[in-house]
Protein backbone atom coordinates (compact mmCIF):
# COMPACT_ATOMS: atom_id res chain seq x y z
CA UNK A 1 0.00 0.00 0.00
CA UNK A 2 2.59 2.08 0.43
CA UNK A 3 5.00 2.00 -2.25
CA UNK A 4 3.28 2.39 -5.72
CA UNK A 5 5.55 1.45 -8.78
CA UNK A 6 4.27 4.31 -11.48
CA UNK A 7 2.83 1.61 -14.73
CA UNK A 8 1.74 3.06 -17.79
CA UNK A 9 -1.44 1.49 -19.56
CA UNK A 10 -2.21 4.32 -22.13
CA UNK A 11 -2.45 3.73 -25.64
CA UNK A 12 0.75 6.25 -25.87
CA UNK A 13 3.29 6.61 -24.54
CA UNK A 14 3.57 3.12 -24.03
CA UNK A 15 5.84 1.07 -21.49
CA UNK A 16 9.62 1.19 -22.77
CA UNK A 17 11.89 -1.81 -23.73
CA UNK A 18 14.54 -1.52 -21.51
CA UNK A 19 17.70 -1.97 -23.81
CA UNK A 20 16.26 0.90 -26.00
CA UNK A 21 16.55 3.18 -22.85
CA UNK A 22 19.42 2.28 -22.24
CA UNK A 23 20.99 2.46 -25.83
CA UNK A 24 19.82 6.26 -25.58
CA UNK A 25 22.49 6.76 -22.91
CA UNK A 26 25.17 6.87 -26.11
CA UNK A 27 23.40 9.61 -27.83
CA UNK A 28 26.98 12.01 -28.02
CA UNK A 29 27.11 10.97 -31.50
CA UNK A 30 27.05 13.91 -34.32
CA UNK A 31 24.97 13.03 -37.02
CA UNK A 32 27.12 14.00 -39.36
CA UNK A 33 30.11 12.01 -38.89
CA UNK A 34 30.77 8.04 -40.11
CA UNK A 35 29.22 6.96 -36.79
CA UNK A 36 25.94 8.20 -37.49
CA UNK A 37 26.20 7.41 -41.07
CA UNK A 38 26.31 3.78 -40.22
CA UNK A 39 23.55 3.25 -37.56
CA UNK A 40 21.24 5.19 -39.45
CA UNK A 41 20.90 3.07 -43.05
CA UNK A 42 20.79 0.12 -41.10
CA UNK A 43 17.60 1.30 -39.12
CA UNK A 44 16.02 2.72 -42.13
CA UNK A 45 16.53 -0.85 -42.99
CA UNK A 46 15.38 -2.69 -40.25
CA UNK A 47 12.36 -0.20 -39.93
CA UNK A 48 11.33 -1.31 -43.86
CA UNK A 49 11.59 -4.94 -42.58
CA UNK A 50 8.92 -4.22 -39.68
CA UNK A 51 6.74 -2.45 -41.59
CA UNK A 52 7.26 -5.35 -43.84
CA UNK A 53 6.94 -3.09 -47.74
CA UNK A 54 8.88 -2.47 -50.30
CA UNK A 55 8.70 0.79 -50.66
CA UNK A 56 10.47 3.46 -48.88
CA UNK A 57 10.29 3.93 -44.76
CA UNK A 58 11.36 7.75 -44.01
CA UNK A 59 11.71 8.92 -40.41
CA UNK A 60 10.51 12.61 -39.40
CA UNK A 61 11.87 14.25 -36.40
CA UNK A 62 8.28 14.62 -34.73
CA UNK A 63 5.18 13.35 -33.20
CA UNK A 64 3.36 11.55 -35.41
CA UNK A 65 0.39 14.43 -36.55
CA UNK A 66 3.75 15.83 -38.63
CA UNK A 67 4.04 12.56 -40.57
CA UNK A 68 -0.09 13.12 -41.00
CA UNK A 69 1.10 16.48 -42.70
CA UNK A 70 3.58 15.64 -44.83
CA UNK A 71 1.12 12.63 -46.25
CA UNK A 72 -0.68 15.38 -46.94
CA UNK A 73 1.82 18.31 -48.19
CA UNK A 74 3.78 15.91 -50.07
CA UNK A 75 1.36 14.42 -52.81
CA UNK A 76 -1.72 16.66 -53.28
CA UNK A 77 -2.05 20.03 -54.31
CA UNK A 78 -4.66 22.77 -53.16
CA UNK A 79 -8.24 21.96 -54.74
CA UNK A 80 -7.21 17.85 -55.25
CA UNK A 81 -10.50 16.11 -54.66
CA UNK A 82 -9.98 13.47 -51.43
CA UNK A 83 -12.07 10.80 -49.05
CA UNK A 84 -11.82 11.53 -45.66
CA UNK A 85 -13.01 8.89 -43.05
CA UNK A 86 -13.67 10.27 -39.42
CA UNK A 87 -15.24 8.11 -36.80
CA UNK A 88 -13.27 9.63 -33.57
CA UNK A 89 -11.05 12.23 -32.57
CA UNK A 90 -7.97 11.41 -34.79
CA UNK A 91 -10.25 11.03 -38.07
CA UNK A 92 -10.65 14.43 -37.29
CA UNK A 93 -7.26 15.12 -37.63
CA UNK A 94 -7.44 14.15 -41.16
CA UNK A 95 -10.75 16.76 -41.41
CA UNK A 96 -8.32 19.19 -40.09
CA UNK A 97 -5.64 18.74 -42.08
CA UNK A 98 -7.08 18.70 -45.22
CA UNK A 99 -8.98 21.78 -44.33
CA UNK A 100 -5.58 23.44 -43.34
CA UNK A 101 -4.55 22.49 -46.85
CA UNK A 102 -7.05 23.69 -48.84
CA UNK A 103 -8.35 20.09 -50.27
CA UNK A 104 -11.60 19.16 -51.39
CA UNK A 105 -12.70 16.69 -48.94
CA UNK A 106 -15.88 14.28 -48.97
CA UNK A 107 -16.10 13.29 -45.06
CA UNK A 108 -17.42 10.31 -44.69
CA UNK A 109 -18.19 10.12 -40.84
CA UNK A 110 -19.56 7.20 -38.27
CA UNK A 111 -20.52 7.67 -34.59
CA UNK A 112 -18.10 6.93 -32.16
CA UNK A 113 -17.47 3.21 -31.58
CA UNK A 114 -18.34 2.51 -34.86
CA UNK A 115 -16.60 2.61 -38.30
CA UNK A 116 -16.73 3.50 -41.76
CA UNK A 117 -17.43 0.66 -44.00
CA UNK A 118 -16.14 -0.65 -47.25
CA UNK A 119 -19.50 -0.27 -48.85
CA UNK A 120 -19.72 3.15 -48.31
CA UNK A 121 -15.99 4.02 -49.16
CA UNK A 122 -16.51 2.46 -52.43
CA UNK A 123 -19.95 4.21 -52.76
CA UNK A 124 -17.91 7.90 -52.46
CA UNK A 125 -14.81 6.24 -55.01
CA UNK A 126 -18.22 5.63 -57.31
CA UNK A 127 -19.45 9.17 -56.85
CA UNK A 128 -16.30 11.19 -56.81
CA UNK A 129 -14.05 10.05 -59.41
CA UNK A 130 -11.29 12.13 -59.56
CA UNK A 131 -11.12 11.68 -55.96
CA UNK A 132 -6.84 11.43 -55.38
CA UNK A 133 -6.71 10.10 -52.18
CA UNK A 134 -8.63 8.21 -49.07
CA UNK A 135 -6.99 8.88 -45.60
CA UNK A 136 -8.35 7.07 -42.50
CA UNK A 137 -7.20 5.54 -39.82
CA UNK A 138 -6.23 1.71 -39.17
CA UNK A 139 -7.26 1.94 -35.56
CA UNK A 140 -9.16 4.92 -34.33
CA UNK A 141 -7.55 4.88 -30.49
CA UNK A 142 -9.89 7.55 -29.43
CA UNK A 143 -12.75 4.95 -29.40
CA UNK A 144 -11.61 1.54 -29.36
CA UNK A 145 -12.46 0.73 -32.70
CA UNK A 146 -10.39 -0.47 -36.47
CA UNK A 147 -11.46 0.23 -39.66
CA UNK A 148 -11.38 -2.85 -42.60
CA UNK A 149 -7.91 -1.73 -44.00
CA UNK A 150 -7.55 -4.47 -46.57
CA UNK A 151 -11.05 -4.20 -48.20
CA UNK A 152 -10.36 -0.51 -47.96
CA UNK A 153 -6.71 -0.25 -49.58
CA UNK A 154 -7.92 -2.87 -52.46
CA UNK A 155 -10.89 -0.05 -53.36
CA UNK A 156 -8.02 2.55 -53.61
CA UNK A 157 -5.65 -0.01 -56.02
CA UNK A 158 -9.39 -0.60 -57.92
CA UNK A 159 -9.76 3.36 -58.00
CA UNK A 160 -6.06 4.94 -58.66
CA UNK A 161 -6.46 7.15 -55.08
CA UNK A 162 -3.62 6.99 -52.87
CA UNK A 163 -4.17 5.14 -49.85
CA UNK A 164 -3.10 6.93 -46.71
CA UNK A 165 -3.39 4.85 -43.57
CA UNK A 166 -2.60 6.26 -40.23
CA UNK A 167 -1.63 3.52 -38.20
CA UNK A 168 0.59 5.24 -35.48
CA UNK A 169 -1.49 2.63 -33.27
CA UNK A 170 -2.16 -0.13 -35.99
CA UNK A 171 1.34 -0.86 -36.64
CA UNK A 172 1.98 -3.99 -34.25
CA UNK A 173 -1.43 -4.61 -33.12
CA UNK A 174 -3.28 -5.47 -36.70
CA UNK A 175 -1.76 -7.17 -39.67
CA UNK A 176 -0.88 -4.77 -42.16
CA UNK A 177 -0.19 -6.08 -45.86
CA UNK A 178 1.23 -2.84 -47.21
CA UNK A 179 2.63 -4.16 -50.41
CA UNK A 180 -0.25 -6.69 -50.99
CA UNK A 181 -3.29 -4.60 -49.75
CA UNK A 182 -2.08 -1.38 -52.01
CA UNK A 183 -1.78 0.85 -48.84
CA UNK A 184 0.29 3.99 -50.42
CA UNK A 185 1.24 5.80 -47.55
CA UNK A 186 1.39 4.12 -43.53
CA UNK A 187 2.48 6.30 -40.57
CA UNK A 188 3.69 5.32 -37.21
CA UNK A 189 4.73 6.59 -34.29
CA UNK A 190 7.84 5.53 -31.98
CA UNK A 191 6.01 5.88 -28.42
CA UNK A 192 3.61 2.89 -29.61
CA UNK A 193 4.16 -0.45 -30.35
CA UNK A 194 7.34 0.61 -31.16
CA UNK A 195 8.23 0.62 -27.23
CA UNK A 196 10.59 3.98 -27.45
CA UNK A 197 9.57 7.95 -26.16
CA UNK A 198 7.70 10.66 -28.08
CA UNK A 199 9.82 11.98 -30.90
CA UNK A 200 9.63 10.18 -34.19
CA UNK A 201 6.89 9.41 -36.63
CA UNK A 202 7.80 6.85 -39.81
CA UNK A 203 5.95 7.04 -43.05
CA UNK A 204 6.18 4.61 -45.43
CA UNK A 205 5.65 5.47 -49.52
CA UNK A 206 4.65 3.23 -52.12
CA UNK A 207 5.68 4.30 -56.06
CA UNK A 208 2.19 5.22 -56.91
CA UNK A 209 2.92 8.08 -54.04
CA UNK A 210 5.77 9.00 -55.79
CA UNK A 211 5.00 9.44 -58.91
CA UNK A 212 1.71 11.22 -57.78
CA UNK A 213 4.12 13.27 -55.30
CA UNK A 214 6.11 14.50 -58.48
CA UNK A 215 3.22 16.84 -59.53
CA UNK A 216 1.83 17.66 -55.62
CA UNK A 217 2.31 21.77 -55.33
CA UNK A 218 1.38 22.56 -51.85
CA UNK A 219 3.83 24.22 -49.97
CA UNK A 220 6.65 22.11 -47.71
CA UNK A 221 9.92 22.86 -46.40
CA UNK A 222 10.97 20.45 -43.35
CA UNK A 223 8.45 17.78 -44.24
CA UNK A 224 9.51 17.57 -47.72
CA UNK A 225 9.82 13.52 -48.04
CA UNK A 226 11.61 14.28 -51.10
CA UNK A 227 14.67 16.17 -49.42
CA UNK A 228 14.66 13.60 -46.66
CA UNK A 229 14.90 10.48 -49.51
CA UNK A 230 17.74 12.24 -50.97
CA UNK A 231 19.31 12.24 -47.83
CA UNK A 232 18.74 9.09 -46.46
CA UNK A 233 19.96 7.19 -49.97
CA UNK A 234 23.15 8.95 -48.80
CA UNK A 235 22.72 7.42 -45.17
CA UNK A 236 21.74 10.84 -43.53
CA UNK A 237 18.50 12.91 -42.41
CA UNK A 238 17.71 16.20 -44.01
CA UNK A 239 17.46 17.78 -40.48
CA UNK A 240 19.15 17.38 -37.00
CA UNK A 241 17.76 13.88 -35.80
CA UNK A 242 17.16 13.00 -32.76
CA UNK A 243 20.04 11.10 -32.07
CA UNK A 244 19.14 9.49 -29.21
CA UNK A 245 15.38 8.16 -30.05
CA UNK A 246 17.16 6.80 -33.20
CA UNK A 247 19.91 4.69 -31.44
CA UNK A 248 16.49 3.48 -29.35
CA UNK A 249 14.84 2.80 -32.81
CA UNK A 250 18.11 0.84 -33.42
CA UNK A 251 17.37 -1.27 -30.35
CA UNK A 252 13.84 -2.13 -30.42
CA UNK A 253 13.81 -2.71 -34.26
CA UNK A 254 16.10 -5.39 -33.41
CA UNK A 255 14.02 -6.55 -30.50
CA UNK A 256 11.01 -6.95 -32.90
CA UNK A 257 13.15 -8.46 -36.20
CA UNK A 258 14.21 -11.36 -33.33
CA UNK A 259 10.58 -11.36 -31.69
CA UNK A 260 8.55 -11.60 -34.98
CA UNK A 261 6.06 -8.51 -36.33
CA UNK A 262 3.29 -11.91 -36.48
CA UNK A 263 4.32 -12.29 -32.73
CA UNK A 264 4.09 -8.84 -31.68
CA UNK A 265 0.54 -8.20 -33.43
CA UNK A 266 -0.15 -11.76 -31.82
CA UNK A 267 0.68 -10.50 -28.42
CA UNK A 268 -1.72 -7.29 -28.59
CA UNK A 269 -4.41 -9.74 -30.12
CA UNK A 270 -4.44 -12.02 -27.13
CA UNK A 271 -4.16 -9.21 -24.42
CA UNK A 272 -6.96 -7.28 -25.88
CA UNK A 273 -9.33 -10.40 -26.38
CA UNK A 274 -8.34 -11.13 -22.59
CA UNK A 275 -9.59 -7.91 -22.08
CA UNK A 276 -12.27 -7.44 -23.24
CA UNK A 277 -13.76 -11.22 -21.94
CA UNK A 278 -12.58 -9.80 -18.63
CA UNK A 279 -14.44 -6.90 -19.12
CA UNK A 280 -17.92 -8.49 -20.19
CA UNK A 281 -17.33 -11.00 -17.38
CA UNK A 282 -17.52 -8.16 -15.43
CA UNK A 283 -20.55 -6.89 -16.11
CA UNK A 284 -19.03 -3.90 -18.32
CA UNK A 285 -20.14 -2.80 -21.37
CA UNK A 286 -17.46 -2.81 -24.07
CA UNK A 287 -17.81 1.18 -26.38
CA UNK A 288 -16.42 -1.04 -29.96
CA UNK A 289 -17.93 -4.16 -29.85
CA UNK A 290 -18.65 -4.52 -33.74
CA UNK A 291 -15.02 -3.90 -34.68
CA UNK A 292 -12.74 -3.83 -31.86
CA UNK A 293 -9.36 -2.69 -31.90
CA UNK A 294 -5.98 -4.40 -30.44
CA UNK A 295 -4.23 -1.23 -29.58
CA UNK A 296 -6.62 -0.40 -26.92
CA UNK A 297 -10.08 -1.27 -25.29
CA UNK A 298 -12.53 1.19 -24.65
CA UNK A 299 -15.24 0.03 -21.92
CA UNK A 300 -18.02 1.88 -20.63
CA UNK A 301 -18.10 2.94 -16.83
CA UNK A 302 -20.81 1.77 -15.35
CA UNK A 303 -24.13 3.32 -15.11
CA UNK A 304 -24.02 6.64 -12.41
CA UNK A 305 -19.96 6.50 -12.38
CA UNK A 306 -17.53 8.97 -14.07
CA UNK A 307 -15.01 6.87 -15.81
CA UNK A 308 -13.16 9.74 -14.33
CA UNK A 309 -13.23 7.77 -10.84
CA UNK A 310 -12.13 4.92 -12.59
CA UNK A 311 -9.11 6.66 -14.11
CA UNK A 312 -8.35 8.14 -10.64
CA UNK A 313 -8.71 5.07 -8.78
CA UNK A 314 -5.57 3.08 -10.82
CA UNK A 315 -3.30 6.43 -10.34
CA UNK A 316 -3.87 6.54 -6.70
CA UNK A 317 -3.97 3.16 -5.49
CA UNK A 318 -1.99 1.76 -7.57
CA UNK A 319 0.31 4.62 -9.70
CA UNK A 320 -1.33 2.78 -12.67
CA UNK A 321 -2.01 5.30 -15.62
CA UNK A 322 -4.82 4.69 -18.28
CA UNK A 323 -6.58 6.82 -20.32
CA UNK A 324 -9.73 8.82 -19.76
CA UNK A 325 -12.10 9.30 -22.61
CA UNK A 326 -11.26 11.99 -24.93
CA UNK A 327 -13.88 15.09 -26.15
CA UNK A 328 -17.02 14.44 -25.62
CA UNK A 329 -16.45 10.54 -23.94
CA UNK A 330 -14.49 12.32 -21.45
CA UNK A 331 -16.35 10.41 -18.29
CA UNK A 332 -17.87 7.79 -20.17
CA UNK A 333 -15.41 5.59 -21.13
CA UNK A 334 -12.16 4.28 -19.60
CA UNK A 335 -9.65 2.90 -21.97
CA UNK A 336 -6.34 0.14 -21.94
CA UNK A 337 -3.37 -0.29 -24.13
CA UNK A 338 -2.15 -3.65 -25.27
CA UNK A 339 0.02 -2.34 -27.61
CA UNK A 340 4.49 -2.63 -27.46
CA UNK A 341 5.96 -4.14 -24.32
CA UNK A 342 2.91 -5.36 -22.50
CA UNK A 343 2.23 -9.15 -21.40
CA UNK A 344 -0.15 -10.91 -19.44
CA UNK A 345 1.38 -10.05 -16.29
CA UNK A 346 0.64 -6.81 -16.52
CA UNK A 347 -3.40 -8.08 -17.32
CA UNK A 348 -3.29 -9.88 -14.33
CA UNK A 349 -2.64 -7.11 -12.22
CA UNK A 350 -4.74 -4.65 -13.74
CA UNK A 351 -7.69 -6.84 -14.18
CA UNK A 352 -7.66 -7.59 -10.23
CA UNK A 353 -6.51 -3.72 -9.43
CA UNK A 354 -10.11 -2.69 -11.65
CA UNK A 355 -11.88 -5.41 -9.81
CA UNK A 356 -10.89 -3.65 -6.18
CA UNK A 357 -11.65 -0.08 -7.86
CA UNK A 358 -15.22 -0.88 -9.09
CA UNK A 359 -15.63 -2.37 -5.57
CA UNK A 360 -14.58 0.85 -3.94
CA UNK A 361 -17.06 2.86 -5.83
CA UNK A 362 -19.79 0.44 -5.04
CA UNK A 363 -20.48 -1.79 -8.22
CA UNK A 364 -20.94 -5.55 -7.07
CA UNK A 365 -17.87 -7.33 -8.03
CA UNK A 366 -16.99 -11.01 -7.58
CA UNK A 367 -13.78 -11.23 -6.39
CA UNK A 368 -11.65 -12.77 -9.14
CA UNK A 369 -13.65 -13.39 -11.66
CA UNK A 370 -12.30 -11.44 -14.27
CA UNK A 371 -8.84 -12.28 -13.59
CA UNK A 372 -9.80 -16.06 -13.93
CA UNK A 373 -11.04 -15.54 -17.47
CA UNK A 374 -7.62 -13.71 -18.04
CA UNK A 375 -5.67 -16.49 -16.54
CA UNK A 376 -8.07 -19.27 -18.26
CA UNK A 377 -6.90 -17.31 -22.31
CA UNK A 378 -3.00 -17.42 -21.00
CA UNK A 379 -3.47 -21.52 -20.39
CA UNK A 380 -5.13 -22.14 -23.56
CA UNK A 381 -2.32 -20.16 -25.23
CA UNK A 382 0.73 -20.73 -23.03
CA UNK A 383 -0.12 -24.43 -21.62
CA UNK A 384 -1.44 -26.59 -25.30
CA UNK A 385 -1.25 -29.93 -24.86
CA UNK A 386 1.36 -30.94 -28.01
Known amino acids: ?26 S ?51 GDKVIVLSAGKFG ?18 AEYGD ?19 VFFQASETSTGAAHDVESIGKLCQAHGALCIVDAITGLGTMPLDIDGWGLDLVIGGSQKAFMIPPGLAFISVSPKAW ?34 LILALSESLKYIKDLGMDNLVANAQMLAHATRTAATTLGLELFAPNSPSSSVTAIKAPAGLD ?59 EFGKGVAAVQKIYAEAAFKKA
Open 1 to 26: MFIKKQRLLTPGPTPLLPRALHAMMA
Open 28 to 78: DIHHRTQDFIKLYPQVLADLKHVYGTQGDVLITVSSGTGALEAAVSNFFSA
Open 92 to 109: ERWVELAKAFSLDATVLT
Open 115 to 133: TVSPARVEAALKENPSAKG
Open 211 to 244: AQGASATLPRLYFDLKKEKKMADKGESAWTPNVS
Open 307 to 365: SSEIVKGFRNNFGAIIANGQGTMKGQIFRIAHLGYFDFADMFSLIAELELILHSKGVPV
